[in-house]
């Protein structure tokens, strides 16, 4: 194999190793310490609405929960192409935590994501 493409896909294994470490980081970061809790879908709607930084966008579930007495309404991290309004009124589990701004879906995604993207860049790194 030339040697430009054997840096190239080592470069990028390097790089899927490092954004799975990134994804399961992220999601550890939220999950820590947090209580789940049921939550209803209200509605999807824009997250540039609701994020301040620019150029944000996708869709997010806004969820209602109940955390120590009092209800809150708020967005989940997800990043949807498109609106899910047919989601509405369904039941999630939510990982909550005050520290954090948004809500975690309880679900594998993440490390499921992770796991791919990891064996993708070992497989990138073996080759010869």
């Known amino acids: 194999m030339p040697m430009p493409l054997m840096i190239v896909y080592r470069v990028l294994g390097i790089l899927l190793l490092a954004m799975a470490a990134a994804a399961v980081w992220e999601k550890y970061r939220t999950v820590r310490g947090a209580t789940l809790l049921p939550g209803r879908i209200l509605g999807c709607r824009k997250a540039n609405r609701t994020n301040p ?13 109940h ?14 192409w498109f609106s899910h309004d047919s989601q509405k009124g369904k039941s999630v589990l939510v990982w909550y935590n005050p520290g ?13 994501l992770a796991a791919v993207m990891a064996a993708i860049g070992v497989a990138l790194l073996l080759l010869q």
């Open 53 to 65: 930084r620019q150029g944000a966008g996708g869709y997010r579930y806004l969820v209602e929960i």
């Open 67 to 80: 955390a120590g007495g009092e209800r809150l309404e708020l967005e989940t991290n997800d990043s949807f």
């Open 100 to 112: 954090r701004p948004v809500l975690e879906r309880k679900s594998l995604g993440t490390e499921v």
